[in-house]
Nanobody, 119 residues
Framework: QVQVAESGGGLVQTGGSLSLSCEAS????????MGWYRQAPGKQREVVAQ??????HYADSVKGRATITRDNSKNAVYLQMSSLLSEDTAVYYC??????????????WGQGTQVSVSS
């Protein structure tokens, strides 16, 4: 069982920046994609950014403000965001999608890290 752990959340002022980190607990040989999601109170979980084979995808709400990177040697993925808005307040989750030997995929989620943006 792969454990996924996020870190780096906290309280940030409007206009500030944050850096989130996520790392799998063990060496995972075949990662399909890695990504960051968030869930604000009363809202559904939504994708923030994803990275797959070097290609990145960002939600429209964070385009130009977010950068997702990964370190394959550490099975780690990072999210940097700037110009934070109150709307960015949410619990941020990391997801790692792994290929199985049968060609399917398994999603591994972290427990989430709270990001609160205040003025």
């Amino acid at each position: 069982q792969v454990q996924v752990a996020e870190s780096g959340g906290g309280l940030v002022q409007t206009g500030g920046s944050l850096s989130l980190s996520c790392e799998a607990s063990e060496r995972v040989l075949s990662i399909k994609s890695m990504g960051w999601y968030r869930q604000a109170p009363g809202k559904q979980r939504e994708v923030v950014a994803q990275i797959e084979r070097g290609a990145t995808h960002y939600a429209d709400s964070v385009k130009g403000r977010a950068t997702i990177t990964r370190d394959n040697s550490k099975n780690a993925v990072y999210l940097q965001m700037s110009s934070l808005l109150s709307e960015d307040t949410a619990v941020y989750y990391c997801k790692i999608v792994v290929w199985t030997t049968s060609g399917g995929t398994i999603d591994y989620w972290g427990q989430g890290t709270q990001v609160s943006v205040s003025s």
